[in-house]
Nanobody, 118 residues
Framework: QVQLVESGGGLVQPGGSLRLSCAAS????????MDWYRQAPGKERELVAR???????YYPDSAKGRFTISRDNANNTVYLQMNSLKPEDTAVYYC????????????WGQGTLVTVSS
């Protein structure tokens, strides 16, 4: 089995920063893309950032310039640095990864809540 565990969420004021972490554990041979998604109340889950195994990244327009995704392949961990946070960034943030285990798995974390409010 493979698990993803997120951490780092919490309450932050508008304009503030947070760094989310997601650690993968279990029977892992390699990890392909690692993503951060978010889901705000009443909205669909949306992609926030993606980092591929070689480090190249992708951001949708809503996250460009404020969010930075990075990964530590040695520790099977992905990070999301979020700066200049806005109230509309309030959501549950989920980690997602395509993992090469004994078979190919798409794995989701349990989510971590980020609340941006004064």
């Amino acid at each position: 089995q493979v698990q993803l565990v997120e951490s780092g969420g919490g309450l932050v004021q508008p304009g503030g920063s947070l760094r989310l972490s997601c650690a993968a554990s279990g029977s892992i041979f390699s990890i392909n893309a690692m993503d951060w998604y978010r889901q705000a109340p009443g909205k669909e889950r949306e992609l926030v950032a993606r980092v591929f195994s070689r480090g190249n990244t992708y951001y949708p327009d809503s996250a460009k310039g404020r969010f930075t995704i990075s990964r530590d392949n040695a520790n099977n961990t992905v990070y999301l640095q979020m700066n200049s946070l806005k109230p509309e960034d309030t959501a549950v943030y989920y980690c997602n990864a395509v993992v090469q285990s004994y078979r190919t798995l798409e794995v989701w974390g349990q989510g971590t809540l980020v609340t941006v409010s004064s």
